[in-house]
């Protein structure tokens, strides 16, 4: 079967814009520099938070305020106070961050169209209810054992759905409004909801279909002004409806100026329709966010969201799961990974012994004492056809006794699962680590690169292969000193690691290069390839050396035999590998040479050179300079949606695309600007694209943007810039990129990925474009653990992609689908992998998307109710407290508004109050004041001049169920003075009545008004005490009216008078 080709863009689910929460970042869309997005809410949340959990555990150290308050709060920053200018960084709390973070921004690409994730369209109990969902699977995999035990990069993932929910819920529902009208005078503070993601059902009501939550806003005033749009008198939580999601906006009549509510802003064509406007309060700009206003708080509660989720003293994560765990899954803990993968195959029978001797002795080394010290331990051996089990441990004496007691065995052909291996052992590794990899033999699962890839690709490990032998076709080759094979050469370079060839006796001076890894292999500042055709006799590399570092570590690889090395300072003094100048050797042999140049004292900063001098001819060199230094950067490659908002691609870039370039600085503290950034070919030698970077306004530093057009070959980011000393510092991210010429990339609202439970089924589509020549594309599809070595998770979670083949003509698209089933018998909270593959036989480069996959319970959309009162029948109560004295003739005169009285009201239900109507409304002259909030019980005082002496009250329940309180201290026999007009001076009657005139149609109106209430005793009972829900057959309380209620049509004050 072919895919069908697509000769224009006319995809409908393609054209589904906007952002339904909080922009992602200040990138894109223009934002006012004090607006909060996704990134800041998330990225300032947590580090708060963090600053806060050292503070409470050293309070001998600090007073309240002293972390919290810092200025800037960055993570580099609040390490640095924290633990000093040692060899301490944040480089991995700042990668569980942009874990987080990156999964936050994904629903909001991803699931763009499911209203249910951003709490749009009213779902406010199924939004609820899925936050539950989400947390209970993060509960269970982060209770699993010892704090080795659960899988933390999947539980970063559900911490970023968690928080795009709870971050979501404060700016698209009215909770800000709703709180603001009951809260009066201090109708600033507000404070999160203790249910959200934690209790089912929800305690505030979702607002019910019957109940018209928004009126039109208005439209004659540019922007238009929807500040007092919510109906008044309810309490309820709604939100509003998008255009482009599965939850539509139901339909209402044209001619009233009430309906549901929209989401609004620019994006949302909703905002056309009745109710005019919406109430999303996303951001500052009213063009967007018709609540505007109202910005400022919803970030307030977001970022305290965002706290409570991981410190609350009750419900937070720290409580839940303890500290160990706590401080693993925000990578807290001082020191780094330490990883091998280790081939066990008989063929190593004599590499195992050195191969083993050097990790024990590393491990020893940095077992304990120093801030080198690893915080986590991870061996990940690999046979055939065994790999694993894997070993990871804090413990140096577990992993030294593991280590030991590894031995040789099997492999009687020459490729190994050394792909098997490697994926167990990035599995386990914490993001942006090295993976060391000893062998001696090619990989024989080749069906297993473009996993390793994706899963590369996601936690940026760089790969160092440490080889004692390559295959020549089923026998081993000793001494491979020729031929690298092409897979771990193209997961070298991928990831920006290193390929080393040695033999047993060379294991000892290769891994001597760890042992530089781990004191300065924070950052890299360049990354060259020299290949010398020529007469040339020498090269040599220029190293700039800013303030912020501290330690330079310089690798050398290549025909080193008879050449010389010399070093030069940036005051011009000249020295050799012979202890001179601060020079520290690693390792030295005819193959590489590595060594670290200390650069603490001011004299050291300025421009080194290293001069390699008689090299060979027709010989190639690799020459890396990594270093000890806080100040790095990362980047990410974005395009534009039609909103204009800017997110990650899919897949790899194509060449020739424009895209925007995000680059994120850490340490921005201690950077005073960025100059550019620079795409190289991947020898390190030709700039391909020059941009301009700009920084980004907003409230995260250290963010830049830049414009790049993608190269036609693969390249390196390089930025340079300068230093808060004034000095030019320069940066390199070593891993290459690839470039293609057919673009793979999701289909947005065609995924049900997020719904898939045990015994069903789940999809995704994807849209392929090629911008090459015609091309015969294969596609195909492979599941894996995200911690185990097996590919199809043992218990049945299987993907299948339709077609697998695509013939496509230059500029012609495709679609095609990735169909994932998972078994009756997977567990849930089980967590896998799903990576497309797209191969070329034009070109060797491997294209994929790679999706994270949960098996979440299932949850019947009948399970959660829209109204979980639907079962409730009894009538609420409305009681009249206590009350002031009557309004007197006098008082009700011209001068009214200087005469007051009160009345306190207690409303009451079983399970919770959700209407309070007035009649009148609220206005000038009027206030009410809440004593009690409760859900079931509201106390409140109703204070009025006596230019509005009455009041009429109705309360209802979730079901509608009704009660009334009447007050009326109009007093009827007063002289000439006629019934009174709310909310203005009461008029004299100049008809010219006596006052016996005016007794009898006094007592006249109190005989119709007795004859009136026993009309309506009537009615009430007829219509069964007041209502009992809308059951089928039954007569509502909406049918049946048990007092004449005011029209909504004419009440806009935000003072609603719920109780």
Known sequence: MELPKIFFVLVSVLMISGTEAFLPSHAGRSLASADYTLTDITVAGITRMVARYFEDGNPDRYSPGDLTGLNPMTPSHLYQVHYGLGCVYSTKFERAISAILSENIRISKEYAQKAVWHFNGNQINKGNRKMINIRDTLLDNLGKGDKTAPDYD????????????????YSNTNWIELNRWLNGDDEDTITTSSDLGIVSPFTWRQSPGSVDMCQNCD??????????????????????????????????????????????????????????????????????????????????LALQATEDFFYHKETGLLNIIGEEKFRKLLNLDVGTSLSFVIDTTMSMVDEISAVKQQIIEIVETHAAGTCLAPSKYVIAPFNDPIVGPVLVTSNASVCINFIDNLNVVGGGDCPEMANGGIELGVSNSLDGTIVYVYTDADDKDKEKLSDVLALIKKKKNQMKFLLTGVCRGSKRRRRAAARVTSSYDTIASVSGG????????????????????????????????????????????????DSTVQEVLVSIVGDLAGTSVTIVTPKGDRGTLSGELGVDVFTQSDKQVVFSITTILEDTKGEWVVEVQNIMRFSEYRVKVSANSQVDFSFDLLELDESGALYPIDGLPVQGDSLKMSVKVSAPEQVRSVSGVYLLDTTGNETLFTGEVEPIAGITPGQYLANITVPSQPFIAVI????????????????????????????????????IYPGGTAAFSFQLSNSGPSDNLNMSVSVSSETTSTSAVGSGVQATVTPEWAYLDTNERSEGVVTVTAGDDVAIGATVKVTLTVRSPLTSVLNFLSVDVTVFEFQNETDVQDNPDLDDFTNPTCTKLTSSQECTADQMGSECDNHEWSVKFQATDDRTVTETLLE????????????????????????????????????????????????????????????????????????????????????????????????????????????????????????????????????????????
């Open 154 to 169: 999947v539980a970063r993932l559900y911490c970023g759905q968690f928080l795009h929910m709870a971050q979501s819920f």
């Open 219 to 300: 439209i004659t005033v540019s922007p238009t002004d929807c500040s007092d749009n919510l109906r008044p008198y309810v309490y309820y939580i709604t939100s509003g409806y998008k255009s482009g999601q599965d939850k539509k906006k139901p339909a209402a009549d044209p001619e009233s100026s009430w309906g549901a509510c929209s989401h609004g802003g620019k994006y949302d064509d909703s905002r056309e329709t009745v109710a005019y406007g919406g109430i999303n309060k996303e951001t500052s700009n009213p063009r967007y966010s018709p609540h505007h206003h109202l910005h400022d708080q919803s970030v307030s």
């Open 498 to 545: 290193e390929v080393y060839l040695t033999d047993d006796a060379g294991i000892k001076n290769l891994s001597r290069i760890i042992e530089g890894d781990l004191r300065a292999s924070k950052v890299t500042i360049t990354k060259k390839s020299v290949f010398t055709v020529t007469d040339v006799d020498m090269f040599s590399v220029d190293i700039p050396v």
């Open 720 to 755: 340079r810039g300068v230093d808060t000393n004034g000095m030019d510092f320069m940066r390199t991210q070593p891993s290459e990129v690839q470039v293609v010429q057919v673009k793979v990339e999701h289909v947005l609202g065609s995924s049900t990925i997020d719904t």
């Open 920 to 1059: 009148p409304a609220l206005g000038d002259g009027q206030t009410l004041k809440f004593e009690k909030l409760g859900l079931k019980d509201k106390i409140a005082t109703y204070t009025s001049t006596c230019c509005c002496p009455k009041l009429n009250i109705t309360v209802r329940d979730g079901n509608g169920n009704s009660a009334y309180c009447t007050v009326d201290y109009y007093t009827p026999v007063a002289g000439d003075i006629k019934e009174p007009v709310c909310n203005g001076p009461v008029p004299v009657d100049d008809s010219g009545l006596s006052i016996g005139a005016i007794v009898g149609i006094a007592v006249g109106a109190v005989a119709a008004a007795i004859l009136v209430v026993t009309i309506i005793v009537l009615l009430v009972k007829s219509c069964g005490g007041g209502g009992h829900g809308h059951r089928k057959g039954m007569v509502t309380p909406e049918d049946c009216p048990s007092t004449p209620e005011v029209s909504m049509e004419h009440y806009k004050h935000p003072h609603s008078g719920v109780l």
